[in-house]
């Protein structure tokens, strides 16, 4: 369960800080880099943190059940 509330708080960073970093007003094309160097440094690794926990909530979820089967199995459960 605790690592769902970091997949959630990860996304939920990046989508904070995409719609206060571009609104969807803005009728320009949509430029990565240019929105990147308008961040500061907050948002930036606020956007980071988000990537990562992100990215790599499923990963540890998945690996987290693997470890339990095979423990429940090494045990004789």
């Known amino acids: 369960m ?3 509330i970091a997949g959630v708080l990860g ?5 904070a800080v995409s ?3 571009y609104p969807a007003a803005n009728s320009e094309p ?3 880099v240019a929105l990147w160097r308008s961040m500061g ?3 930036q690794l606020f956007f980071i943190f988000g990537l990562v ?6 990963v540890l979820v998945a690996a987290r059940g693997v470890c339990r ?4 199995q090494i045990s004789a459960r």
């Open 2 to 4: 605790s690592v769902l």
């Open 41 to 43: 440094v907050s948002g």
């Open 53 to 58: 926990l992100g990215l790599w909530t499923p």
């Open 30 to 32: 949509f430029d990565p």
């Open 19 to 21: 719609l206060a970093s």
């Open 11 to 15: 996304i939920a960073s990046l989508t």
């Open 69 to 72: 089967i095979t423990t429940n």
